[in-house]
């Protein structure tokens, strides 16, 4: 499922949710919708599995439709009892990414465009002077057009990977934290899904060793996950919550001091509920910026290269011309 698909499939399953229908019967209403087809998948394996008495998570996971981030976030809401506030928190994610996703792809059109430009302007000096052979030319234009497509789907996935490893690597996470304007939607969104489960947990009595590894696990963050699971087992040891997460200097120093106040006063629930509200609202703002930005930047390198490339071909062109009149 593609990221629309899968921000409007949470929202309706968080809509009957939270209005009070079982999820076998919300299963049945949208598959009468005659949703997608990947969407249908997923709504089927997921009724077979709850039919079959599988835990739903179980029963996502079997569908391989979703990511190891969306079956954390499900697999903390359903121990939790609160699965309507997982896919609310994942129909904004998603509708988020979605639409910054939209923005940036409608953005690089002309950078694109600039760039496809950019590649064949070297061509045509030959092609003017006629003094080498067209079909040669023709074809190295297209091999050139052919490695660079191949360069950015190399990239593309190159990125997926490096995204994946992230989510379990503190190395791999805090070098994509400190890229310029993707770290910043990172950070947020990884803070948001922290807070989020945390509070749902928190709600249903989930003591916090066994909380902080379901929210670390969630956070989509290899640095949340690991310092998570430092603060687990120094809570199970018996220490407390704010000072175990400040000792292992993976949560920002901010969000650590308003826990332990918190837990001091008997609100951790409020203040996890309140993270999570700001550091979404934070997360989409940092990702406009970035689907604005970003698009931006690529539209001024790729009109340098073409001035470039503009001086490249008219030296080539007049240089001859300028070396008989010097003769």
Do not use: C
């Amino acid at each position: 499922m593609n990221a629309a698909q899968k921000a409007h499939l949470f929202h309706e399953l968080a809509k009957m949710m939270k209005a009070g229908f079982h999820l076998d019967r919300s299963l049945d209403l949208l598959l009468e919708q005659h949703p997608a087809p990947a969407s249908r998948h997923f709504l089927k394996r997921l009724r077979e599995g709850l039919r079959t008495g599988e835990r739903v998570t179980d029963a996502a996971r079997a569908s391989r439709a979703l990511e190891d981030l969306d079956l954390s976030l499900m697999e903390s809401g359903e121990m939790s009892g609160r699965l309507g506030d997982s896919f609310q928190h994942l129909s904004e994610y998603y509708e988020a990414r979605g639409q910054g996703s939209r923005r940036a792809r409608t953005a690089l059109i002309y950078p694109l465009i600039l760039a496809h430009l950019a590649l064949i302007l070297p061509a045509l000096p030959a092609l003017i002077l006629g003094d080498q052979d067209r079909t040669a030319i023709l074809t190295r234009t297209a091999l050139t057009l052919v490695g660079f497509w191949a360069a950015i789907g190399g990239i593309a996935l190159l990125w997926r990977w490096v995204r994946r490893a992230a989510e379990t690597s503190p190395g791999w996470d805090g070098l994509l934290n400190k890229l310029p304007l993707i770290g910043a939607v990172r950070r947020h969104w990884a803070l948001a899904r922290f807070s989020q489960v945390m509070n749902s947990g928190l709600l249903a009595a989930i003591t916090p060793s066994r909380l902080l590894p379901l929210a670390g696990d969630a956070s989509g963050s290899g640095q949340f996950r690991e310092g998570a699971r430092q603060a687990a087992q120094a809570v199970q040891d018996g220490a407390r919550l704010a000072p175990s997460l400040q000792a292992t200097r993976r949560f920002p120093a901010t969000f650590v001091r308003s826990l332990e106040t918190a837990e001091e006063s008997g609100s951790l629930d409020a203040e996890t509920a309140r993270w999570s509200a700001l550091e979404t609202s934070a997360a989409m703002d940092a990702l406009q910026r970035a689907s604005r930005w970003l698009p931006a930047a690529a539209y001024g390198l790729a009109v340098l290269y073409v001035v470039w490339r503009i001086f490249s071909m008219a030296y080539a062109i007049y240089s001859p011309v300028l070396q008989q009149l010097e003769m």
